[in-house]
Structure formats: C-alpha cells, structure tokens
C-alpha cells in the first residue's frame, strides 16, 4: 500500500513537471549554449514584438538576472504561421530548441532560437512591450571582447584561437565582457539612442554604430578608434558598438558613413554571420551629417634641403586606366601638397588586372605622376622608381602583379649613383664603398626576395637618396602580407583569428635585420619605413623587433592615440599604414605627420579613391 501510494506521488510529480510551462529564461539560460539544446518545449509563452520573413520573436517579462535573455527568435519560413501571429499578440506554442551556426561557419558563434514552431494558439492581443533602452536601462562594457581573450594583447594576443567560446560555454559576464554583455539581450527589443555610424555600410546597406552611451576611443569624426585603454594597458576591443541590419518592415536604411547622426532605432538583438546586429523595426533618419568639407594637409613642402616631406599611400590596386586616377592625383596633389617622395603601394602593371604576362608598371606610374602634375599646376613632373615581380607571384589581385613604388621629386633628390637597379630576385645589402661611406649593392634594390616571408608577398623596395648638397637617406616601401583568412572580432575563436599574422611577423623581423644591417655600419644613418603593414601596433607581437630599432612617426609628433587610424573596418578606425625612421630623424625633433583622410571621411564609398587614408610627413635628415 505505501508503494502504490509513492509510485502514485512520483507519477503526479511527473505529470505537474510536464506541464508545467517552459519559460524563454529556462531556454535561455546564463550561459553560451542552452540548456534545453536539442529539446522539445510546449506550452511556451511570450509576446510577438517583431516579425521578418524568417520568423518572429517572441518576448517574457525581464527577470533580475542580467545574465538571461527574456526574448527568443522563433525561426520559421512559413508564410501560413507567419500570417497566424501578429506584434503584440500573447502566443502559445511548441518547437524544438536549437543552438544555430548560420552558414556552418565553425568561426561562427551559436545563436540559440525555437525550430519548427506547432500549436500556436493567440492566447490575447494588443499587448506593447517596452523595449530596453541601452544606455540608460543598461549599457554595454568598452574595452573587452571575452574573458578568453587572454595575453598582453588581450584580443589581439598571438598565437589565435587558444580557446573557444562555445566549448567553455562559461556563465556569461556581461557587465564586464562584450560578447556576453550582447549574448544576454539576443532576441530581446531594444532601442539604440542617438546611434552614430563608425564606419560605410556594408554591400547589404547594414552598418555599424555606437549609441548614447559611455565609449572608449573616440575620435574627433566620431568613430572609435584602436587604442589601449585602462590600466592594464591592453588594446581596447570596442565592444560598445553593434551592427544595424536590414530594417524588418522592408524599408531600407539610409547611407551610412563615419560620424553620421541617426534616430533612435528599436530592433531585436540577435547573433549571425560572425556578429551581434540590432534589426531594426523600421529605417531610421539621418539627423546629422559631419561636415562635407575634407581639410587638406598643413605640411608643405621645404625649400630646405635638410628638410623632406613624405606621403605615403595604398592607392588600391591602381591600374593605368583606373576609374580613380584623377581623384587620386588631386588627392596627392592638393591634398598632400605634392610631397617630395611618396611610397605608393598597389600598383598594378601596364595592363592592369589582365593576366597576360606584363610586369611592368612605367605607364602606370607615368599616367599617375601626370595626373598629380595636372591637378597641382606643378612646376615639375614626379619621376618614379619601381622594380617589376616576377609574373603573378607577389600576391594581390590575378594578373594585376601589384608592387610598391616611388613618386619622386627630381630636383630635391636623387638616387645615389654607383650601384646598379636590381631586378625582382636580387637582394640589395649595405656596403661600406672605398670612401667609407655606405652604400647599397643594388639601388634601387629588394629586401632578400628569396626569403619565405615574401611568398606570394610584395618584397620592400629599398632605395638610398641624396640631395644637391650630399645628404643622404635610405627608404623602405614595405606592404606586409593581407589580413585572409581571419575570424570575425565576434566569434568563437579566441583570440580572433588573424589571418597571415604569422607571416607578417617573420617579414617585419626581416625588414628589422635589414635595417640592423645598416645601422651596424652607420649608427647615424637616417632610415624611414613606411608603407601598408596590414597590421595595427597595438598587436605587439608583430611590431616586437622594431622596438629599440625604430620609432613610429605618430609617437615622435605626439598625434592623439585616437586620430592615429587610416583604415575602417567593421567596428573600429584602425591604422594599417605606418611610417617608422630610425633614431638619427627622431632624435632631431620639428617631426611633423598627419593623416588625411580624403577617402574615410567621404559621404559615400563610391566617392572614395581607396580604401586607406593617405599620410603626409615632415623630417629632418640633416
């Protein structure tokens, strides 16, 4: 008898267990992965506060605990469910929880939704759900990404990928941690106060912001920077911002671009391809538009022999007949002010993108300094040095054989003469000749083009000046391998995957010995690398063996950590482009620099000549 009788209580238990409902918390849950993954839910409840042509999300009310969503996306193409709910209806439903990685991308995060959603019953109707005004009901952490995000570099640390998000699947933090801070509201609606754009949208019209609420990094365009923040000196992630994406009610989003003003946007949050977006219900307005008018440089050329000017430019696959060369030219010409040598990467050959076998570039070369000379009313026409890779093996664009190169002006400086040009497999080195002086083998010449480092890399150009008076200098024209291969700053490898960063730390070490090697026989000698690194200083590893060696010109002039960018990409300004000079111009002081940013402050990107920001500076080499 009081077996029948517990076997009974086990029984109810089971049955009260069953059909007691299954809330958006308990899906949720205060961690990565849910804890009903893979289970099937009746009996769910929530309020429809927003539908797309891929669902519907569904809303509890807010419990205490940040850590745990009170929303959910109920993902369904059907046309028939879609039409059996409306926003502000109160539903009841089934489905099966599912952990989702849009495209199978195993970099991706999962986003945790409701698949194959039955028994809808419209439980009441005309119910307003208040959304969570981020900034004021809560606000996101500005500096970390994720706890795993270990190392002195913090996101940026080497080596990649030490851990995963999904496999710790730790109890999220998100007062503290980015990710988590994003991951506790996905499915939630939300309203982004005075969201402001930091960088062009992408080729589906979403775009990045930062809101009405505490960020690190800002600059004086309004987009946030790369920098180190706090008191542990780690590189700032920014991970204040979020991604707006295509508005729900099929309205399409204004043009963005960096420090563009927008109306408030209410939307859900929720995870896919690599990041946190807010989708917004309708399209925002442009409230306010920065000022059109880009300033150009303040650095003018000298008439002093001992002072130079330099600008350095990726001017984006630039082929002879490119559709930029006369906003380029003007860009150099009268928003440079015509330096008097600039470092040009990205210089296809005279038949541009065709893979017919042509690996020089004279006519491209030619067909640029002609539009610099005609957009400037220059007195003189630049003359340019180049040396020509070997056919498709520098990397870049198929058949386009992209290389470094000089615009030069003639009648400020020369080549030293004595050393022959050296072609696309010889490796130039300093040489002490018999009056004690150094010189190069090969000038202009390559940096130890056989090295692995280059594989299917461009190899520095380097070359030695003088001027009418015997003051000399050496350049190095450097474009570090490309950012492939990389994982989103969202996503679950941790750190973030940085692709090439390998390779572009062994050609950094072999720029360094190469200039070692000079400053062996000439501890006075004035050298300046500049180029394209690919890479930001703040990942310390890479730049490790310029340290002692080298000084950037950014630190030499004191231009504010948050100006220092020439690159917009996804949520941060960040600078890839970079001029280094050896301590001899360092040390004399009057280092003048500035970026100028003709292309990522245009109002579109179709205005733009390239994708980076030019450089202009001003040293002393005697």
């Not at 541009?352 to 030619?366: E, F, H, K, Q, R």
Request: charged share 15%; with cysteine.
């Amino acid at each position: 008898m009081v077996y029948s009788i517990l076997l009974r209580a086990v029984f109810l238990a089971a049955l009260q267990q069953q059909a007691r409902a299954v809330t958006i918390a308990d899906i949720q849950g205060d961690a990565w992965i849910s804890p009903l993954s893979g289970q099937k839910v009746h009996n769910l409840s929530g309020i429809v506060t927003a539908k797309g042509t891929s669902g519907f999300w569904i809303q509890e009310p807010r419990t205490e605990d940040v850590r745990v969503s009170s929303g959910l996306t109920v993902f369904t193409t059907s046309k028939t469910i879609l039409a059996s709910v409306a926003v502000g209806d109160n539903v009841s439903l089934s489905g099966t929880v599912a952990d989702f990685r849009s495209s199978s991308n195993p970099t991706y995060l999962f986003a945790t939704e409701l698949d194959f959603p039955a028994n809808i019953t419209v439980l009441s109707t005309n119910h307003t759900v208040a959304p969570l005004v981020l900034g004021r009901d809560r606000r996101p952490p500005t500096q970390a990404l994720s706890r795993l995000d270990t190392g002195k570099d913090g996101w940026l640390s080497v080596p990649n990928n030490g851990s995963q998000i999904e496999t710790a699947n730790r109890t999220l933090q998100p007062t503290k941690f980015g990710l988590d801070f994003w991951a506790s509201l996905e499915g939630q609606l939300v309203t982004v106060r005075k969201p402001v754009a930091i960088a062009f949208p992408n080729s589906f019209g979403e775009f990045w912001v930062h809101g009405d609420w505490p960020v690190t990094g800002k600059n004086s365009r309004g987009g946030l920077s790369i920098t180190f923040a706090g008191p542990d000196g780690v590189p700032d992630a920014n991970p204040e911002t979020v991604i707006i994406g295509a508005p729900l009610d099929g309205t399409k989003n204004p043009t963005a671009s960096l420090g563009k003003q927008f109306s408030d946007i209410t939307g859900v949050v929720l995870y896919q391809f690599g990041f946190y977006y807010v989708w917004p219900l309708t399209a925002p307005t442009v409230v306010a538009t920065p000022n059109s008018i880009i300033p150009a440089s303040k650095i003018f050329p000298s008439s002093d022999e001992c002072t130079i000017t330099i600008g350095d430019y990726n001017v984006d696959n630039f082929a002879p007949t490119s559709a930029t060369l006369p906003l380029i030219g003007n860009h150099i010409g009268n928003f440079l002010n015509t330096p008097d040598i600039v470092f040009v990467q990205e210089i296809q050959d005279n038949s541009g993108p065709t893979d017919d076998g042509t690996v020089i570039a004279n006519v491209t070369l030619t067909n640029l300094a002609n539009a610099v000379q005609q957009a400037s009313n220059a007195s003189a026409l630049y003359d340019f040095t180049e040396i020509a890779p070997v056919n498709d093996q520098d990397g870049g664009e198929p058949g386009g054989n992209i290389r470094v190169a000089y615009l030069f002006n003639g009648t400020k400086f020369s080549l030293v003469p004595g050393s022959p040009a050296g072609g696309s497999l010889d490796a130039t080195e300093p040489q002490v000749n018999k009056h004690g002086v150094v010189t190069l083998t090969f000038n202009p010449g390559r940096i130890d083009p056989a090295n692995d480092a280059w594989q299917a890399s461009r190899k520095p150009l380097v070359a030695h000046w003088e001027t009418p008076s015997g003051a000399r200098f050496f350049t190095i024209n450097v474009h570090l391998t490309a950012k492939l291969g990389g994982s989103s700053t969202q996503g679950d490898p941790r750190p973030p995957i940085n692709g090439g960063v390998d390779q572009r730390t062994s050609q950094v070490k072999a720029v360094a010995t190469f200039v070692k090697s000079i400053l062996h026989k000439d501890p006075h000698a004035n050298i300046i690398v500049a180029g394209d690194h690919n890479e930001y200083t703040q990942t310390r590893s890479v730049f490790e063996p310029f340290e002692g060696l080298l000084v950037e010109v950014d630190v030499a002039a004191n231009v504010p950590p948050v100006e220092r960018y020439t690159y917009l990409f996804d949520q941060n300004s960040q600078q890839l482009d970079h001029i280094f000079v050896s301590p001899a111009i360092a040390n004399r002081g009057r280092v003048k620099v500035e970026h100028v940013h003709v292309n990522n402050w245009a109002s579109t990107i179709s205005a733009r000549g390239s994708d980076h920001d030019p450089t202009v500076a001003q040293l002393r080499i005697c």
